[in-house]
């Protein structure tokens, strides 16, 4: 039976050892393996959001819902990842990063996909540049653990037409739920 606090009080010592990440992969495991009791113990989601489970500066447990066709430009995290998929599906686009030496501007090109299903957990390195893509037309639930404080660590984000870096605008990405939120209420 999954029990929120004991899962994270869990992934808090997990996010101690040595091969953290690889700890806190096997908890999510074993959390998607039990998704009735894991729904009954965080809510099926009702609108896209980010939900704040526990936030500290070692580690960061959101319960992350996509609205429907909702995508995310390209990211990084600058800190390693776990995420879970409870609900709908999530496809990812990795990206590899490519400096021009003459420009001195980075830009990226798409290196590679990555589709995660109800139940499945994928892990991302600390360098990991990815973009999100809800393709349903529901919600995607998924809970998303990082090595780190996610929101306190200066991220970079990715203009999705000319694909060049900026510093990720965080009043721009909350717009984009509430855009999705405004879109599924019709």
Not at 79 to 98: K, L, Q, T
Not at 159 to 185: G, I, V, Y
């Amino acid at each position: 039976m999954f029990e929120l606090e004991r899962f994270v009080d869990d992934c808090l010592k997990a996010s101690g050892q040595p091969d953290s990440q690889i700890a806190i992969r096997e908890l999510l495991q074993e959390a998607m393996s039990d998704q009735a009791s894991l729904i009954a113990a965080i809510g099926e989601p009702s609108k896209a959001g980010l939900g704040r489970i526990h936030v500290s500066d070692n580690l960061t447990i959101l319960n992350l819902a996509w609205g429907p066709g909702m995508t995310l430009r390209p990211h990084d995290h600058q800190m390693w990842a776990v995420i879970g998929i409870y609900g709908g599906r999530e496809d990812n686009i990795f990206w590899r990063r490519i400096e021009d030496e003459e420009s001195g501007e980075a830009t990226i090109e798409a290196a590679g996909a990555k589709t995660l299903r109800r139940g499945e957990v994928a892990t991302l390195g600390w360098n990991i540049i990815h973009s999100v893509t809800n393709p349903l037309d529901k919600l995607t639930g998924g809970l998303h653990i990082y090595g780190g404080n996610f929101f306190e660590e200066p991220r970079s984000e990715w203009d999705p037409e000319a694909l060049t870096e900026q510093p990720l605008d965080t009043a721009r990405l909350a717009a984009e739920f509430e855009r999705s939120n405004r879109r599924m209420m019709g």
